[in-house]
């Protein structure tokens, strides 16, 4: 299976653009944003947990990252609330669950194999740091590399840039609206800008993205 895998290309997925697909567990359902592979798979989505519902016991083949949407997300190490972000290296192992529901936005088989931090951020250990030079403030989740993981405020009327030379970036719009020369971007939009491209975004409302970038530019040529 192949779905924007080509990651030369800008894409956008806004809210109602792509449907759920059951997974093969009962009441565990995908969008699918990107992905190579079957089950098994390199993979961007998002992912809703209905009440009672649960994954079968798994190891991180190439790791797991995930930030709580909606609800409470569990497994056999802990409760994961709403905002809460999570890194599971390469070789770590749970089985996911959800008591009353959850909705995570979640990203496998992207690690680099040096990258053996085990993370969970809850929102009341985040650290918002200000950043003057764009007026808007942001969280840093996770450093590696070249890659880098934040949770960024816009207000309402300022702007995110991605420089080119960022090596790509994938957004996550949480809260608020975004807009630039191209379109409009509401809360649930998903965007991947190729390693090379830049791009500025404005807030139409106060806005909180998730925002991760560098990480693109070592599956650039793939197709």
């Known amino acids: 299976m192949r779905i924007n895998a080509d990651f030369s290309e800008r894409v956008v997925i806004r809210p109602g653009d792509t449907d759920w697909v059951p997974s093969p567990m009962p009441g565990v359902d995908r ?37 709580v949407l909606e609800g409470t997300f569990s497994d056999e190490h802990g409760d994961y609330p709403a905002g809460t972000y999570v890194r599971n290296p390469i070789g770590s192992h749970h089985k996911p669950h959800s008591k009353n529901g959850t909705t995570i936005f979640v990203k496998l088989h992207q690690f680099d194999n040096e990258d053996t931090e085990q993370k969970v951020i809850r929102p009341e250990d985040r650290f918002d740091e200000s950043d003057a030079t764009n007026n808007v403030s942001q969280a840093k989740l996770h450093e590696f590399g070249s890659e880098r993981v934040r949770l960024v405020n816009i207000p309402q009327g300022s ?25 409009t971007y509401p809360k649930g939009t998903w965007i ?32």
């Open 31 to 67: 969008l699918m944003l990107d992905r190579i592979g079957d089950e098994v798979a390199r993979a961007t989505s998002i992912v809703r947990y209905a009440p009672n519902s649960y994954f079968d016991p798994h190891v991180h083949g190439g790791g797991e990252e995930f930030l």
């Open 192 to 223: 991947r800008l190729p390693s090379g491209e830049c791009g500025n975004l404005t807030a139409f409302r106060e806005s909180l993205v998730y925002v991760k970038t560098g990480h693109l530019v070592a599956v650039a040529g793939v197709s």
């Open 159 to 183: 702007t995110l840039g991605i420089a080119e030379d960022e090596g790509g970036a994938e957004l996550l719009v949480l809260k608020g609206e975004l807009l630039d020369d191209q379109g």
